[in-house]
C-alpha cells in the first residue's frame, strides 16, 4: 500500500518537499510509517521528526486524511491512499 505524507510548516522547509509517498506492507500503522521514515532516512528529517531515544517527537503534530488529528503514541491503522500530514507548532508574538 501507499501512504502521502504531506510536510508541513518548519517541516516542509527542513524537506526541502511538500511531500513523498511512502510504500508499505498491507496492514501497516502510524508507527510503521514513522519506523520507515527513520529507516531511510527521508530527506534527512531524523533530527526534526525524532527525538534522542529515537521516539516519534512529541513536539509535533499529525492530522490523518486532512481531517482527524492523530498522536504518535496512537498508532492508528493505515490504508492504502491515507494522507498523513506532519506539522511542527508555530509560535509566534
Same mark, same amino acid.
Given at each position: &500500500?501507499?501512504?502521502?505524507?504531506n510536510f508541513?510548516t518548519?517541516?516542509?522547509?527542513?524537506?526541502?518537499v511538500?511531500?513523498v509517498?511512502?510504500?508499505?506492507?498491507?496492514?501497516s500503522?502510524f508507527?510503521?510509517? &514513522?519506523?520507515e521514515i527513520?529507516?531511510?532516512s527521508?530527506?534527512?528529517?531524523?533530527?526534526?521528526?525524532f527525538?534522542?531515544e529515537?521516539?516519534?517527537?512529541r513536539?509535533?503534530l499529525?492530522?490523518?486524511?486532512?481531517s482527524?488529528? /492523530?498522536?504518535?503514541?496512537?498508532? /492508528?491503522?493505515?490504508n492504502? *491512499?491515507?494522507?498523513i500530514s /506532519?506539522f511542527?507548532? /508555530?509560535?509566534g *508574538?
Open positions: &500500500m501507499v501512504v502521502k505524507v508541513r518548519q517541516v516542509k522547509a527542513a524537506a526541502g511538500d511531500s509517498k511512502v510504500e508499505l506492507p498491507v496492514d500503522t508507527n510503521d510509517l &514513522m519506523t527513520q529507516n531511510k527521508i530527506h534527512n528529517l531524523n533530527s526534526i521528526l527525538d534522542s529515537s521516539k516519534v517527537s513536539s509535533l499529525f492530522t490523518i486524511n486532512q482527524e488529528q /492523530i498522536r504518535s503514541e496512537d498508532n /492508528i491503522g493505515l492504502d *491512499g491515507d494522507i /506532519i511542527s507548532p /508555530i509560535s *508574538g
